[in-house]
């Protein structure tokens, strides 16, 4: 059974960072692109970043391009999400996700098959 936990939110003021990390179970990891959405209250899910099953190729969205790190140890089954410079729009649920074997990075949701219940990421002005 595949499990995604994700970790490391909280509640940080603007201008501060956090790392979040995602710790993955029940398949091999290195078989599978991985990514990170967000969702805010009362607004859909969005696409944050994503990374390949090697880790050689990442993808932003434009709204933390230059602000936020994707990463992945696939000794560690683990992706993090390095966000820096944060915002009060940044606050949202943040989701990891993991696409079928073999599948490409993703900017969207509907790509990935497997979910974790999320980190609630609160960013103060």
């Known amino acids: 059974q595949v499990q995604l936990v994700e970790s490391g939110g909280g509640l940080v003021q603007a201008g501060g960072s956090l790392r979040l990390s995602c710790a993955a179970s029940g398949r091999t990891f290195s078989n599978y692109a991985m990514g990170w959405f967000r969702q805010a209250p009362g607004k859909e899910r969005e696409f944050v970043a994503a990374i390949s099953r090697k880790g050689h190729d990442t993808y932003y969205a434009d709204s933390v391009k230059g602000r936020f790190t994707i990463s992945r140890d696939n000794a560690k089954n683990t992706v993090d999400l390095q966000m820096n410079s944060l915002k009060p729009e940044d606050t949202a649920v943040y989701y990891c996700?993991?696409?079928?074997?073999?599948?490409?990075?993703?900017?969207?949701?509907?790509?990935?098959?497997?979910w974790g219940q999320g980190t609630q990421v609160t960013v103060s002005s």
């Open positions: 996700a993991s696409a079928p074997a073999y599948y490409s990075a993703s900017y969207y949701s509907s790509d990935y098959d497997y």
